[in-house]
């Protein structure tokens, strides 16, 4: 069975995080970025959000954006 949307999604950024590609303070793609980047609605990438900082790899900051935590 396929992983719903969000969670590919997930997959795809914490690979970027992982790799490199997005560093520690990188700020991420606003969220109509992202739609669009993945061409889905702004709740599966809200869905990716709230697993991305569950899993501690992202933070927010009100007003800011959304950025790459940094390893402790």
Request: proline content about 6%; charged content about 20%.
């Amino acid at each position: 069975m396929a992983q719903p949307l969000y969670q590919q999604i997930a997959g795809d950024i914490t690979r970027q995080i992982e790799s490199g590609v997005l560093k520690p303070g990188d700020r991420l793609p606003s969220t109509r970025q992202l739609c669009e980047q993945y061409e889905v609605s702004e709740t599966v990438i809200r869905f990716v959000m709230i697993q991305l900082k569950a899993r501690g790899l992202v933070y927010g900051q009100p007003g800011r954006g959304v950025y790459v935590s940094t390893k402790d």
